[in-house]
T-cell receptor, first 118, second 110 residues
Framework: GAVVSQHPSWVICKSGTSVKIECRSL??????MFWYRQFPKQSLMLMAT?????????EQGVEKDKFLINHASLTLSTLTVTSAHPEDSSFYIC??????????????FGPGTRLTVL | QQPVQSPQAVILREGEDAVINCSSS?????VHWYRQKHGEAPVFLMI?????EQKGHEKISASFNEKKQQSSLYLTASQLSYSGTYFC???????????FGQGTTLQVKP
């Protein structure tokens, strides 16, 4: 149980294009999902908290208009990197909290999406 | 507010022990531990919820000293499969978000 999937696993795109990354909780409902970015040999940096049915909460320094987050259902959150540039190349990872065990604060991570912007 | 992990890197031989520490500048009510293999997503190891709590799974255990605002991860008789980067995470707010330490890279050699 508690499986989170991400799609795509990797993507290569040209500078200036937009890329959408999906995060799904496969066997549980997630009222809250989190989006992280990780550069090589660095820690996971939280970008935003995605809540089902409401606007995402972005961390300081993260551009809302560049990283669009939509949490349309209890099992799906999407991150769209708009007008991507080479500096946006990174490993993007989502995680989700099971609404039935939220008290434990446990997060289940997706496998990650490697974005390369040429 | 990012927790501080030490050491930054450890190299061990199979069968040796290691300790990874995680310290916070603010009060803690829980600590999470994850392991990440290269190119993969982090994998949950355990959560410690109470001061003084200790947990373990096989030969990996952890303790949580609430008063000292720190947690330690103990890897006993390390195996090759223990290699990876270990992160501790602490709650950033009551929204459930986690703030991760900078990571400790563990390499176990035969």
């Amino acid at each position: 149980g508690a499986v989170v999937s991400q799609h795509p696993s990797w993507v290569i795109c040209k500078s200036g294009t937009s890329v959408k990354i999906e995060c799904r909780s496969l066997d549980f409902q997630a009222t809250t999902m989190f989006w992280y970015r990780q550069f090589p040999k660095q820690s996971l940096m939280l970008m935003a908290t995605s809540n089902e049915g409401s606007k995402a909460t972005y961390e300081q320094g993260v551009e809302k208009d560049k990283f669009l987050i939509n949490h349309a259902s209890l099992t799906l959150s999407t991150l769209t990197v708009t007008s991507a540039h080479p500096e946006d190349s990174s490993f993007y990872i989502c995680s989700a909290r099971d609404r039935t065990t939220m008290i434990l604060d446990e997060q289940f991570f997706g496998p990650g999406t490697r974005l390369t912007v040429l | 507010q990012q927790p501080v992990q030490s050491p930054q890197a450890v190299i061990l031989r199979e069968g040796e022990d290691a300790v990874i520490n995680c310290s916070s500048s603010k009060a803690l009510y829980s600590v999470h531990w994850y392991r990440q293999k290269h190119g993969e997503a982090p994998v949950f190891l355990m959560i410690l919820l109470k001061g003084g709590e200790q947990k373990g799974h096989e030969k990996i255990s952890a303790s949580f000293n609430e008063k000292k605002q720190q947690s330690s991860l103990y890897l006993t008789a390390s195996q090759l499969s223990y290699s990876g980067t270990y992160f501790c995470g602490i709650p950033g707010s009551n929204t459930g978000k986690l703030i991760f330490g900078q990571g400790t890279t563990l390499q176990v050699k035969p």
